[in-house]
């Protein structure tokens, strides 16, 4: 993980994506960058949800998704705006930390996948699939899961993604549905692991998998717990 400082205005464009929390928090909140001041910017929710009330001063943890990094910083609530959705002004971070350099982040992780070979891509989004299998591994550009019986590279898949989400995560689940291709098919002690790209995910649906990888990647980082994960480029 490299550490360095950037041009900060030049991540804190007008319409960045970007998740925000407090640091004592540890739920991330949807917000977009909507303007830049001399020392500090502006973000406004992307939608009107119940984010708790945040004061001046409270201390907060920002991330930045970018098509070839993400990245992450400390900063602080300078004030809030009367709008419609939250909207806060937040104070320039001095510092940016880069903590990926390629897009997606392949994690492994063990979640539920159901899923059904169909004939075009066009058949997607109708299809329930019907099997069911546990991943090895997730990025925000595909995933791997074992499977009893061989599948041919090129094979289509509908897919549903079961991802775990909020703070009671073992009960609470997102169903993510994405259009596959089968990249690749290897054996190894009788199992089958599958890799699979996604052809057609809602970007939604791809952020939240990348916030959950990192939310993972966090957890682990502080518990000084070790994990296998990997990086890949797509």
Known sequence: MSLFQIQNKDL?????????????????????????????????????????????TDKINVQILTDSAIYEFSSAIICSINASTPTYVLEMPQQINRIQRR????YDYSLTLSFSPIDSEAQWKSICPRLHAKTINISGGGLCFTWS???????????????????????????????GEVKRCTLHNGIYSIGVQFKE?????????ISFIFEQMRKNAKSRLSYAWNINLR
Do not use: H, M
Not at 19 to 28: A, C, F, L, Q
Not at 103 to 106: H, L, S, W
Not at 160 to 175: F, H, K, Q, S, V
């Open 12 to 56: 804190l464009l007008p319409k960045t994506y970007c998740k925000i929390k407090t640091t004592d928090g540890s739920d991330y909140y949807d917000f977009v960058v909507e303007g830049l001041l001399e020392d500090a910017f502006i973000v406004q929710a992307l939608k009107k949800v119940d984010i708790p009330c945040w004061r001046a």
């Open 103 to 106: 897009r997606y982040v392949r």
């Open 149 to 179: 019986n061989p599948i041919r590279e090129k094979t289509l898949l509908a897919i549903t993604l079961n991802l775990p989400y909020g703070r009671d995560a073992a009960a609470n689940e997102i169903p993510i549905k994405a259009l």
């Open 201 to 209: 995910i809602d970007e939604r649906n791809r952020e939240q998998i």
